[in-house]
């Protein structure tokens, strides 16, 4: 309601830029040239950072980019290159959700080495990928989407402060092609079976051998194979059971303005990707992965909460945490309902903001202090930061699922639509690792609040990283009180998915 | 009239609501600009109020304003509105009016002396006029809003003020009136608490009974509430659960008005009230808080009375209320004989005229001419404001002045405090129901309408009730004022204190309230002549034509005959000095009122012990399995964490074979599922 009134009154205001672009632009590309804009942005940002700080011109791109998502309506201008890229609503919440993360982690970019140029341009570039990723209809666009993705991210890992940072991002990079090859293995069976790569077109090819009559065993088991192969290597990027090793290290090792951009953005697109194909592609066969989903989705929060409990450095807490997050979410997925899915997106949005926030604020700390940070740095940071001590106590009750914080809306309704289904032991699952989360969320709070400080000194955090951080934290208080508008969104974005 | 109603409604508690949250805010200016601003928007209060009653006299009709939408869930919806018609209108003046009064009147009562003998002002006074200003306007909240749950929100509102402003001298160190604990501002702080908790156990009845109404009625606005009480078919349309359920709401919703309104059997906290500043007990006792609870009763008697027409047993909520309050009257009148405290005689007045007030409302339907039972009560409800006010503010000017608060360290201040004496004497005239003060007219239409009504245990109850009243209020007025001075008074003359008359701020509004409480019984005639065309507007078109108003005859005789039987001992017994009553003062009947019928002994016994028993019991013996289980799990998790940490290496190998491991596993899931 609010966000479509906003939209409109965008629209009408930039309404002579948008006659400009439609007169201008083949209508073909209309709907990639949000992707165009950033790439290009991304590779002025690499001439520019020669010299100075890039962080205008990215910041300029990335509201040049937003802007322009607004104005091409995806109703009217959705397909491009043929319909290998298409926005929906379901593209479109997922570019959101990018878009707002890629701006906090643009807020709070720190560096090292002088490395400004790269680290932007890498960062444009990836979230150019990371929206042709959700924006995908094809399996192959969407391969070429996701290392246009991923390939930026391996290098960023790698531009962390410390040597661990390359090891980090090299377990990462040789996961990360693990999970590339299983996934064109996986598109080539499916090719092989249907002979095509379109995803609607091999959900109907799907449809048609599985209702004719002589089941043919081998497309069964070709079918079902490339599934798991499909949802290993989605899962890998989203750090899920049992492609989650990396997410631990590579977070903690790389740069934490990273970490928030692969928790918040990529991970998020994989869980886009994902929904895509197992809703689109493979709801024939719902009754072979539901169970797997249930599977991947119990053990993914049984190893984020429970290895968290035990974590000193709060970044791999974090890492864990989102793990378990994940978890959460494909709760939403596993339920296959359209409320489920909206949920989903719903919580993909929530921990969007909120892990983004909690990273950047902990890195910005992490920056301050020069050190890892454990919950002994954090003791009494209410005396010694009381803002970003403040700020660290919403997101973690939000991460938490407590109120008054959308993180606890989220978990209703992931945890609602489980029961609607009649699932309400995975929803008692669910709630029961949320309580084992409070282990680790609630002993911030303990050191923050409630130890007395050792060093009275008062900790000075750079300002760039707090805005990006009040602007999460707002977010969550915001979608608390009013989280229909996101959900609202949501719900029309799942309806067009099972439409 | 002057501002257009539909603002006014909004205002007139809006206004109050931000001056209190601005009170610190003015604080930082300066603290004379902070009382200043106090003082300005009580008077703002009270004058949106005035003009509200002005615009319902002129204009006579009910109206429902909504102000926006809170909240649609599918067939219900949620609005955020205020209702205007005569009775809200009323207690909103009330409120506004006395409430204005008040804090004009703290100016000079929250002024006190250091040792040297300066004006010194308290130091948390932007606390308490915070509190005074959130109280105020909690208070028009609750009779404002056109649904139970905003009025709830303002019952709540009031309560949690009730508590800080009962606890507002938590840190005096002055040692306790109490043996149980170390200094008056613990023992105050308690009190504040026993208020709290004591009117919580109404509340939670009042909040299940809301909803168990939302549950039958599926509204909470009054105005739809009355239109479905009169509906025959939605009543036989309800089935035979949910009516037998509506008797229970309707007596749930009265544990709310029991609690706040300080009546059988959660009377217990008002005297405990008194521990805070006199202004603000006239505040709970005159104008805000105690008012509530007969508010609510009065707001939601029509739509009961429309009900008992259609569902069977709604009458036990009539009878419920009627006796209770008959019964509370009599009760609290006893135990005001023996009190010694002047404020403590007040409290026990109050419950006991509350009790009259719910006697009235509960016998409006019982009787045939439910009209006048009902505007009985309502009038008693305006004519207890304004008399009670007056001899709280008029005690706190004698309290201020004699630094005491025993009866027995006054008396003979008559000479000395001349207008406090006086507007003290009209205020007990009214409270004894003499005329012609507005108590007299109230009290002979609560007696007529249940004489009328054939109520007559009702009746016996309260006339007895009305004698005892005038004794102990004479008895009060006689102790104070008159007879000889005590050694207190005479100590205190010989430090060079002189008993002082209150400074000005303090004896305006005395006079104002006096003055109302003795022509007040002109209320009558404007209240039922005037008002009469705007009673046929509230929310239950009554007739109110059809009042009854005052005449002479045998009931004129018998009302005269309780001043007589009641004074003439008080006098003969404290001005005199007569008689010898130490004997029955200490003697069993005695100890059994002034331990307050032991009801307060029996509570402590079986609530607090019983709780700090069971608490006890619990904690040696399940608490501690309880621990050890989480103990358990806590080590058994963190264990099972730490093991499985070690495994963790972040050897690349690992992860690839973990990776290839799940492939495998998710095939034999697919498989074998």
């Not at chain 1, 290009?40 to 205008?56: D, M, Y």
């Not at chain 1, 760039?464 to 996101?486: D, R």
């Not at chain 2, 402003?165 to 702080?189: K, Q």
Request: hydrophobic fraction near 55%.
């Amino acid at each position: 309601m609010i966000l479509s009134v906003l939209a409109q009154l965008v629209r009408t205001v930039f309404s002579p830029f948008t006659q400009w672009l439609v007169g201008n632009i083949p209508a073909d590309w209309l709907g990639s040239v949000p992707v165009f804009t950033i790439i290009a942005f991304g590779v002025i940002a690499l001439a520019v950072g020669q010299r100075t700080n890039p962080l205008p011109v990215s910041a300029i791109g990335l509201l040049l980019t937003g802007l322009e998502t607004v104005l091409i309506d995806n109703d009217v201008y959705g397909s491009s290159f043929g319909g290998l890229f298409a926005r929906s609503h379901f593209a479109d919440l997922f570019i959101w959700i990018i878009l707002v993360v890629g701006f906090l982690v643009l807020l709070s970019s720190t560096t090292f080495y002088g490395d400004r140029a790269t680290f932007h341009s890498l960062l444009l570039i990836s979230i150019g990928g990371t929206m042709w990723t959700v924006m995908a209809t094809d399996l192959v666009a969407l391969f070429l989407a996701w290392e246009l993705m991923s390939m930026p991210t391996y290098v960023l890992a790698a531009l962390g402060p410390s040597r661990a940072a390359v090891d980090g991002a090299v377990k990462y990079f040789v996961m990360g092609l693990l999970a590339t090859v299983l996934m064109l293995f996986g598109i080539a069976l499916l090719y092989g079976l249907t002979g095509t790569t379109d995803i609607a077109a091999i959900g109907a090819a799907l449809q048609s051998y599985f209702s004719s009559p002589t089941l043919e065993l081998s497309a069964v088991a070709t079918s079902l194979l490339a599934m798991v192969l499909f949802v290993i290597a989605f899962g890998f990027k989203i750090g899920a059971f049992p492609g989650w090793m990396w997410v631990p290290d590579t977070y903690s090792s790389a740069d934490g303005s990273l970490a928030a951009f692969l928790a918040g953005g990529t991970k998020k697109a994989g869980v886009g990707a994902l929904m895509r194909i197992m809703i689109v592609g493979f709801i024939v066969v719902r009754l072979q992965w539901m169970p797997l989903i249930v599977l991947v989705s119990i053990l993914t929060m049984l190893i984020g909460n429970i290895l968290a409990l035990r974590q000193q450095n709060i970044m791999r807490m974090l890492a864990y945490s989102s793990i378990a997050m994940m978890g959460y979410l494909f709760i939403g997925l596993a339920v296959g309902t359209q409320f489920g899915a909206a949920a989903a997106m719903f919580h993909a949005f929530v921990h969007a903001l909120m892990k983004t926030s909690a990273f950047i604020l902990v890195w910005a700390l992490t920056v301050r202090l020069r050190r890892q940070v454990t919950y002994d740095e954090l003791v009494g940071l209410s005396s010694r930061a009381p803002f970003a001590s403040g700020l660290l106590a919403v997101l973690m009750l939000s991460l938490a699922g407590m109120p008054p914080t959308a993180g606890l809306l989220s978990k209703i309704f992931l945890f609602g639509s489980a029961i609607e289904v009649g699932m309400w032991w995975l929803a008692l699952i669910g709630t029961l690792n949320s309580v084992l989360s409070l282990g680790y969320y609630l002993r911030v709070l303990r050191v923050c609040y409630m130890a007395p400080p050792e060093d009275a000194e008062r900790l000075r955090l750079a300002r760039g990283p707090l805005v990006a951080a009040t602007l999460g934290v707002i977010g969550v208080l915001v979608l608390f009180i009013n989280p229909s508008i996101v959900l609202d969104y949501a719900n029309i974005a799942a309806s067009q998915l099972f439409g | 009239m002057i501002v257009p109603v539909e603002l006014a409604a909004w205002l007139v508690f809006v206004v109050p609501l931000v001056g209190a949250v601005l009170t610190p805010v003015f604080a930082r200016i300066g603290g004379t600009v902070r009382d200043a601003m106090a003082v300005l928007v009580g008077f703002a209060t009270a004058f949106l109020a005035l003009d509200l009653t002005a615009s319902m006299v002129l204009h006579p009709e009910a109206q429902d304003y909504v102000l926006l939408t809170w909240l649609v869930a599918g067939p219900y919806r949620l609005d955020f509105g205020v209702f205007v018609d005569p009775l809200s209108v009323l207690l909103a003046v009330i409120a506004g009016g006395i409430g204005s009064l008040i804090i004009l009147f703290s100016i000079g009562y929250m002024t006190g002396r250091d040792a040297e003998g300066n004006l010194v002002k308290d130091p948390s006074l932007t606390r308490y006029y915070f509190f005074m200003q959130l109280f105020v306007g909690g208070m028009i909240l609750l009779v404002m809003a056109d649904n139970l749950l905003m009025t709830f929100i303002g019952w709540e509102v009031v309560g949690m003020c009730s508590y800080a402003l009962i606890g507002f001298w938590h840190n005096v160190t002055a040692p306790s009136p109490v043996a149980d604990y170390r200094t008056e501002g613990e023992y105050n702080a308690v009190c504040g608490m026993k208020a709290f908790m004591v009117t919580r156990v109404g509340d939670i009845g009042l909040l299940a009974g809301i909803l168990i109404l939302f549950m039958i009625t599926g509204t909470f606005n009054y105005v739809e509430l009355q239109s479905l009480a009169g509906n025959a078919s939605w009543a036989a349309g309800l089935g035979v659960t949910l009516s037998q359920l509506l008797p229970v709401a309707a007596l749930l919703i009265f544990a709310g008005p029991i609690g706040k309104s300080a009546q059988f059997p959660l009377h217990v906290w008002l005297p405990e009230a008194m521990a805070g500043p006199t202004t603000v007990s006239a505040l709970i006792h005159a104008a805000a808080m105690v008012k509530a609870g007969v508010y609510l009763v009065a707001r939601l008697v029509p739509v009961f009375i429309d009900m008992t027409v259609n569902v069977v047993g709604v009458t036990v909520f009539f009878q419920t209320v009627a006796w209770i309050g008959a019964f509370t009257a009599f009760m609290a009148a006893t135990m005001a004989l023996v009190q010694d405290e002047i404020k403590k005689v007040l409290a026990y007045s109050t419950i006991s005229q509350l009790g009259y007030m719910f006697t009235a409302l509960g016998a409006a339907g019982l009787v045939a001419e439910s009209v006048t039972a009902y505007s009985a009560g309502t009038f008693h409800l305006l004519a207890h404001a304004i008399f009670k006010a007056l001899l709280f503010l008029a005690a706190g000017s004698v309290l201020h002045a004699v630094e005491s608060k025993s009866m027995r360290d006054m008396g003979g201040l008559w000479s000395n405090m001349k207008i406090t004496a006086a507007t003290f004497t009209i205020g007990a005239l009214a409270l004894a129901g003499v005329f012609p003060t507005i108590g007299f007219w109230s009290k002979e239409m609560i007696f007529d309408a249940l004489l009328e009504g054939g109520q007559f245990w009702l009746f016996v109850l309260a006339f007895v009730t009305a004698i005892l009243t005038a004794f102990y209020t004479f008895r009060m007025v006689f102790m104070t004022f008159f007879g000889k001075r005590s050694a207190h008074v005479e100590e205190l003359e010989a430090h060079g204190h002189h008993i002082h008359e209150a400074p000005w701020s303090m004896r305006i509004p005395l006079i104002v309230l006096a003055t109302l409480a003795l022509g007040g019984g002109l209320f009558e005639l404007v209240f039922f002549g005037a008002f009469s065309p705007i009673g046929e507007s509230l929310i239950h078109p009554f007739e109110w034509s059809s009042i009854h108003l005052f005449a002479m005859g045998p009931l004129t005789l018998l009302t005269v005959g309780i001043w007589v039987v009641g004074i003439t001992p008080a006098y003969l017994i404290y001005h005199r000095g007569k008689g010898d009553f130490s004997s029955l003062r200490d003697g069993p009947l005695g100890r059994f009122l002034k331990n307050r019928w032991y009801v307060n002994t029996l509570y402590n016994r079986v609530f607090v012990g019983g709780y700090l028993w069971l608490s006890r019991g619990l904690h040696r013996r399940v608490e501690s399995a309880l621990l050890a289980f989480s103990r358990t799990t806590q080590e058994g998790l963190d264990s099972v964490s730490r093991g499985w940490r070690r495994t963790m290496t972040g050897v690349l190998n690992t992860n690839v074979l973990a990776m290839m491991a799940g492939i495998a596993l998710f095939l034999l899931v697919i498989l074998f599922l």
